[in-house]
Antibody
Framework: EVQLLESGGALVQPGGSLRLSCAGS????????MYWVRQAPGKGLEWVSG????????YYADSVRGRFSVSRDNSKNTLYLQVNSLTSEDTAVYYC??????????????WGQGTLVTVSS | DIQMTQSPSTLSASVGDRVTISCRAS??????LAWYQQKPGKAPKLLIY???RLESGVPSRFSASGSGTDFTLTINSLQPDDFATYYC?????????FGQGTRVQI
């Protein structure tokens, strides 16, 4: 059974940083692209970042490019999202999601339960 | 950037109704569209991929169609478990975009 477990969410002050993690199990982690999607309170889903299975190709939404950094450690079956220079607009539940493959376009066939990042002074 | 527009934003329905949700892309995305269901406090769940293919385990009352720029999700004989928010998601490129969501309420 595929499982994704996010961690690392917290209350952080504006301008602060966090590192989110997503531990995957039940599938060959390194063979699939992985993604981060966020959802602000009461709002819709926002695609944040994606990384191919090898970690070579990385993509960001314009809203986070330059502040967020995605990476993965396939030896640990773990996906990361380093979030820096946080503002109140980054307050959201952050989900990791598994791509259905490791190619150009992927839908998300499994999702984690999410981790909450709250940016407030 | 390709934008996704869902309609309606909210839909009121009753158990047993047939409901239809639309999703329009600002440019052609061929068939590279997925639909997800999300319940409050839960992660989204994949329903449909490649515009019309039903994910394994999803009830057959869910169906979808479309290609290019216009797509539709249909729920036949709405069940109590179907009251949720539905999102379309275009994935024809390395990055993606979600529609704004459609809340199906009683």
């Amino acid at each position: 059974e595929v499982q994704l477990l996010e961690s690392g969410g917290a209350l952080v002050q504006p301008g602060g940083s966090l590192r989110l993690s997503c531990a995957g199990s039940g599938f060959n982690f390194g063979s699939y692209a992985m993604y981060w999607v966020r959802q602000a309170p009461g709002k819709g889903l926002e695609w944040v970042s994606g990384i191919t299975g090898s970690g070579v190709n990385i993509y960001y939404a314009d809203s986070v490019r330059g502040r967020f950094s995605v990476s993965r450690d396939n030896s640990k079956n773990t996906l990361y999202l380093q979030v820096n220079s946080l503002t109140s607009e980054d307050t959201a539940v952050y989900y990791c999601a598994k791509g259905h493959g490791d190619w150009k376009g992927n839908y998300f066939d499994h999702w984690g339960q999410g981790t909450l990042v709250t940016v407030s002074s | 950037d390709i934008q996704m527009t869902q309609s309606p934003s909210t839909l009121s329905a009753s158990v047993g109704d047939r409901v239809t949700i639309s999703c329009r892309a600002s440019q052609s995305i061929d068939i590279w569209l997925a639909w997800y269901q999300q319940k409050p406090g839960k992660a989204p769940k994949l329903l449909i991929y490649e515009a019309s293919r039903l994910e394994s385990g999803v009830p057959s009352r869910f169906s979808a169609s479309g290609s290019g720029t216009d797509f539709t999700l249909t729920i036949n004989s709405l069940q109590p478990d179907d009251f949720a928010t539905y999102y379309c998601h275009r994935y024809e490129d390395y990055w993606g975009t979600f529609g704004q969501g459609t809340r199906v309420q009683i």
